[in-house]
């Protein structure tokens, strides 16, 4: 008898290999114009290989046995809507991803189940949309502790979906918990923290919400791994909180919601980084299935019926794969009721692009030769735009993770002001360096209590106290000379050579180095006039004081490795003036540490993203264009782009190939480094680069 060999893909999971989502959001009321097949093959015309489609919690979407699971009274009499909808999706190769949402239930559970309701001041129950206009049911927020998300209806929802139905995949909406003040919440805190619950959400124990929402997404996941262990089960993380580690061992994948919301207004719309930003966290914990990016088609829930300017909406979109994630489109409606067809064309066009990468990015893993320790913080938000502005691939370091991560891997690593630290973490810090890593850090360090703190300060060539500066302004940062050795000049004013003062403005912490082998290479000129005189004479000719000893960068070598250290928030510049001096210092850091031995390089170009990822003996290097004023109404592509690859762990072989284009580049070969031309980007391109091992 012969055996059959499967392929490693074909032994896979199916929730392992690369997909493409589409979620069709459907109103109850628009259930009739729901059919099976033509949906089906929409769904596949659109590029998707899995679908998620509504199937309990605020409405069950089938004929429900479980007591208070509200029904879909729109469902069609004579079918079974859903299980049609499963095997239309089955017979064209799409998955079926059921979308469950206990967070909410109509007034009508709660009149005979109030105690499943969250309590708001005042013994009030939360309710959604009372001014809606319309013949609309009000809705009501549930409890995380509550029997309705837990044993009393969600569990035996969850059993007779997985029991009843084919469906390939589990997702919860809207998860999280919402501040209650039940007898649930108030005996569940006290059993933690020994105290009574608090009158606002302010003054809860840090982990109480993450506490609750374990507890409750765990005991899901426990009911589904228990009736099909085979069927994966999704859950959010969040960019700015969430412990990962944690997260993952309640979950077999992750998704999270990097928003374009233009409908905030121009001035606070998200910033361009954060759909790159929120893949690379997602991505931080190894062994896990690339995570998912969920992006909306609409400009803001408020205007959900339209769609994003398309130029943007690519753009946001393309971030997605090109830093390893996987896309998930999120649509108001079936392409029937959808009638902003930008919507429909953009996600088919997007899926295209990713479909031809898919085969060569599955099991592909980022190669950076920067870490950037994430905090969570706008320090590291700023670090991070920077390093993304300035094309320069990195992976972030969570706090849970920085004891299991070989921080020797990585060239250079970047410690934004805030980032917590410990005795353990130090020695791993000075162990680094000491053996020919290169650390940059910024800001206030820790308060000089412990002898970890003299140790972080002696390991950046600080001597004696630091001190805290009123908050400055009119102020400028120096490039010295008179420290440096060599005739390389000043290496932090590296395309900043004809300007002597950048400018500054914030704390300093006032330091001195600690022997004359620590490099002074910037310092502070103190401010020259106070705000409201800024622009009269006669100090408008003139400064007060041009120099003085006072430092702003201090570069020191420590065992075979260096430091560079920022004594005032460089990512607070960055971020509050977004001025070019400012990346630009910030980039030359980053080089100088690396010792101007970055494995790709590219031309510098505004709105321009590089990402880095090695499968085999291939490197694919992805290119996104969001050159222009944000949010961008057309596509302005960039051209005459050069890319440099320099030997590393192989030699390029000297050939390119856009793989999105289907077209092979120019190439040129300059002693150890590969040359690549790219004549035009329009939104996205990934490269592919033979190496000869």
Known sequence: MKTLILSDKEQRPWWQQPLRIIQPNMQVKDTEKIDPERLADQMLEMGANAMVFNMGGIYAWY??????????????????????????????GIRFIARFD???????????????????????PDIIGATRPGAWPLLMSTCINGGYRNEELAVPVIREALERYEIDGVF????????????????KYKGMYGTELPSTSAELASDFAARCFDDNLGRMYQEIKTVRPEVPMILYYNLHR???????????????????????????????WQPALSIKVGRSVPGRPDPFGIVHSCPGMDWRHTGLPPAEYRFWLSQIPANGGQLWHSLTGIPDTITDKRILRTVTEV???????????????????????WSANRSAEGLAEALIHKHIPFDVILPEQVASVNLKQYPVVILPEGFAHSSSFVDLLRDYVSQGGSLIAEGELPKMEKPTDFMLMDLFG?????????????????????????????????KLEETELIPHRGKVMYCQPKDANVQVLATLVPPFSPLESVGAPPERASLAVKQTDLPLALLRTFGTGRTLYFPF???????????????????NAVHLQLKHKALVSITEAPGLQLTVFRKDNDLLIHLVNGAGRRPLSSVLPIHDIEITVHSGEGSPAGEAEALIAGQ?????????????????????ECIRVPLLI
Not at 112 to 124: A, C
Not at 252 to 272: A, K, N, W, Y
Request: hydrophobic share 35%.
């Open 63 to 92: 004929r429900s046995d479980v007591a208070f699971h509200v029904q879909n009274e729109y469902l069609p009499r004579g079918s079974d809507l859903l299980r049609d909808m499963i095997q239309s999706c089955h017979q064209r």
């Open 102 to 124: 206990f967070s909410k239930a109509e007034d009508s559970v709660y009149l005979q189940k109030p105690q499943w309701f969250v309590r708001k001041e005042g013994g009030q």
């Open 172 to 187: 919860f909406n809207a998860p999280g918990y919402v501040f209650c003040q039940c007898s649930n919440c108030q005996k």
């Open 242 to 272: 969430d412990n990962l580690e944690k997260r993952v061992s309640i979950t077999d994948m992750l998704c999270t919601e990097p928003q374009d919301v233009l409908s905030l207004g121009h001035t606070r719309i998200p910033e361009f």
């Open 351 to 373: 899926n295209r692009d990713a479909a031809k990468l898919a085969s060569h990015m599955d099991g592909a893993q980022p190669v950076n030769q920067v870490a950037l320790m």
């Open 462 to 494: 600080i001597s004696g106290e630091m001190q805290e500066s009123e908050y400055l302004v009119a102020s400028y940062l120096r490039f010295e000379q008179k420290h440096l050795t060599g005739n390389e000049g000043n290496p932090l004013q590296r």
């Open 569 to 587: 928030s460089l990512s607070g510049l960055i971020q509050e003036f977004k001025l070019e001096e400012h990346f630009r210092l910030f980039a």
């Open 664 to 684: 092979h580049l120019k190439t040129e070969r300059a002693g150890n480094k590969l040359k690549i031309r790219v004549p035009t980007l329009d939104v996205w």
